[in-house]
């Protein structure tokens, strides 16, 4: 029997497109999209333990200068990325 895992439902806003792509992903590999998600992540957050949040590279410091954005710029900066 395989470990068991506590998780904790979460709602996150994805494009139309993402999620089409993650649907045909998903019939395509016979795995559930959540499923599918998780292991993006893991991914992501494994391949950033080699980079320095005071160094970022990759898109990151873009992501992180939205983060800290106040509101209007916040909605500035989302829009200039065409979120």
Request: aromatic share 4%.
């Amino acid at each position: 029997m395989g470990k068991i895992v506590k998780m904790k439902r979460v709602n996150y806003h994805l494009t139309l497109k993402q999620i089409e792509k993650l649907k045909k992903l998903s019939a395509k590999e016979k795995i559930p999209v959540a499923k599918i998600i998780r292991l993006a992540i893991d991914r992501y957050l494994e391949s950033m333990k080699l980079v320095s949040l005071s160094n970022p590279v990759g898109g990151l410091g873009k992501t992180l200068k939205l983060n800290n954005a106040k509101s209007g710029e916040k909605r500035e900066l989302w829009e200039q990325k065409g979120y």
